[in-house]
């Protein structure tokens, strides 16, 4: 019953900065955290940036200081700010929703952001 719809992906520079958008709809009647992982070629899927209700965010080390994620509960959306691109944060970006701790999330259909001169 719950729709993820991520948006705001591409192609950008090395240096550049994109914002991605997830947007939720259906049936959700709390929210315990939002976040965003990225999947590369070949790699496994990563945590880049979560946010919990009570807004404590926890960023992947190669991200800090870079990234910003952000939420607006009453629209049920997560924002990630990213500035400072690089090559290696090329990957589909997935937004996810978790009802409860250590529930599966509902998942995005993901975005490609690609970083490259």
């Known amino acids: 019953q719950v729709h993820l719809v991520e948006s705001g992906g591409g192609l950008v520079q090395p240096g550049g900065s994109l914002r991605l958008s997830c947007a939720a709809s259906g049936t959700i009647f709390r929210i315990y955290d939002m976040g965003w992982y990225r999947q590369a070629p070949g790699k496994q899927r990563e945590l880049v940036a979560s946010i919990t209700s009570g807004d404590s965010t926890n960023y992947a080390n190669s991200v800090k200081g870079r990234f910003t994620i952000s939420r607006d509960n009453a629209k049920n959306t997560v924002n990630l700010q990213m500035n400072s691109l690089k090559p290696d944060d090329t990957a589909v970006y997935y937004c996810?929703?978790?009802?409860?701790?250590?529930?599966?999330?509902?998942w995005g259909q993901g975005t490609q952001v690609t970083v490259s001169s």
């Open positions: 996810n929703i978790r009802e409860k701790p250590n529930s599966n999330p509902y």
